[in-house]
C-alpha cells in the first residue's frame, strides 16, 4: 500500500506551475512539470486524496507505458505488450480516448483504435475472452497520447473530467472553466482566509471555486471516481475513499470571510445564485446586481481580494475600470488584488504602472495561455495581463499598486 507510483495530472495549457504547487502542498513526490500536466509519484492512498481534493487537475493518470510507435503496426505492438490481464477481466467495460500532438496520424479516433484492437486481441489470448467496448460509461478508461512518436498510455483514476464540477447548472456568456477560475485563485494567493469580491462575476465560477476553498470543501467529494469501477482495484478503492470522504467531510467548515459578486446583468447574478446553489454554497456567496463602474457597496466589508475575469477586449472600451475598481477597493480599506487585462492604451494612461509590472512579473509569467480567448481573436500573449498590488495605493505613487 505504501508503495510509490507514477502518476500524471493533466491540466489546462499554462496552468501546470500551479498545479504543481497544489500537488507539493498534497505531499506528491518527484514532481515534474509537463506540457499540459504534471507527474508525480505518490502511494495510492495519496493519489486517490489528491484524485478527491485537487482543483486544478482535470484527470489523474496511471502511467502503464512509455513506447516509441511508428505506423499502424508500431501503436498496436506498443499497446499490446502492456499487461492489460492485471488490469481488465473479460466482464469489464473499457474505452480508449486518444490525443494527438505533431503526430503521422492525423485521425485520433484511428490511434484509439488501434489501441483498443491491441487490447482486445491480447484478452483474447490471455484470458480466452475480450472485454467489451462501452465509450459511455465504461469501467476502465483509458488515456492515450501520442506526441510525434512517443505513444504515452495510461490508466485515468477520475472518470469524467474534474473540471465537471457539477454545479453549473446555468451558463453566462464566456464563463471560466471551473479548474482555470481555481488556478486563478491560486495565482492570487488566496486561502479562504479573506473577504472576496468578483465586481463582474457572471454564473459566479470564481466565486463558488473561491467559497469552496474557504469551506474547505474537497471539490471532487460528490462524484463517484473512475477507479472504484476498476475490476482489480475498485474494491481497495472504494475503501480508501470511503475514509478520505468521510474525513474530507469532518474538516469542512463554513467560510470566515465574504464572498460577494456583482455583475450588472440580472440574469447573469440569477445564474451565478442557480450555480451557487447547486454546488451547495448559496449560503456562503452574496449576489448583487450592480455595474462595476459604480462605487459598490462594500463600505462595511473586511480586508480581502478583489478578482476579476474581465472580457478580454473589456478593459479596452472601459478605461476607467482600474480607477474604479481602485475606487472600489479604498471603499473596504485594503480590499487587494486587482486581476484585469490591460491593453497597451491603458498602460499610458498609469504610467506609473509600467513601473509597477516589472514588480509583478513573476505572476505576469504565470498567467495561463489558456485565458487568452481564441479565434476569431487573435492570439496574442502580450495583451492579457494579470497584475497583483494592494489598495489603496502607496503613499506618495498617486493611483500606482504597491507589491502585495
Ligand atoms: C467574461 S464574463 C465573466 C465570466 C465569469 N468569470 C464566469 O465564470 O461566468 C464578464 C462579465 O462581466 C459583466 N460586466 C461587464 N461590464 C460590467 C460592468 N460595468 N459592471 C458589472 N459587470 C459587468 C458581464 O455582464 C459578464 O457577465
Known sequence: MSERLQFFATAARGTEP???DELAEFGAKKIRQDRGGVRFAANWNEALRICLWTRIAMRVLHPLGEFNARGAQGLYDAARSIAWEDHLTPESTFAVEATLRDSEHTHSGFVALKVKDAIADRLREKLGRRPNVDPRHPDVSI???????????GIDLVGEALHQRGYRVHSSPAPLKTTLAAALLRAAGYTGQESLVDPMCGSGTILIEAASIAANRAPNLQRKLGVERWPKRGKEAS?????LRAEAI???RKPARPIIGFDRDADAVRAARQNAAAGKLGGAVRLEVSDAMQPLPLEAVPPGLLITNPHRRWAERNED????ARRNAAAAPRLADVHSCREPR???RFPSQTHQRTRFLEWSNRVPAAWIP???MKRDPGLLECSRGVFP???GGAGCFRDG
Not at 497520447?145 to 512517443?150: A, N, R
Not at 475503501?239 to 475514509?243: K, V
Not at 475600470?321 to 474604479?324: D, G, P
Open 18 to 20: 500551479l498545479l504543481a
Open 393 to 395: 495605493p502607496a503613499r
Open 250 to 252: 469532518a474538516a469542512q
Open 321 to 324: 475600470f482600474l480607477l474604479q
Open 346 to 348: 491603458l498602460r499610458e
Open 239 to 243: 475503501a480508501i475513499l470511503d475514509e
Open 374 to 376: 481564441r479565434a476569431p
Open 143 to 153: 488515456a492515450v497520447h501520442l506526441s510525434k512518436e512517443k505513444l504515452s498510455i
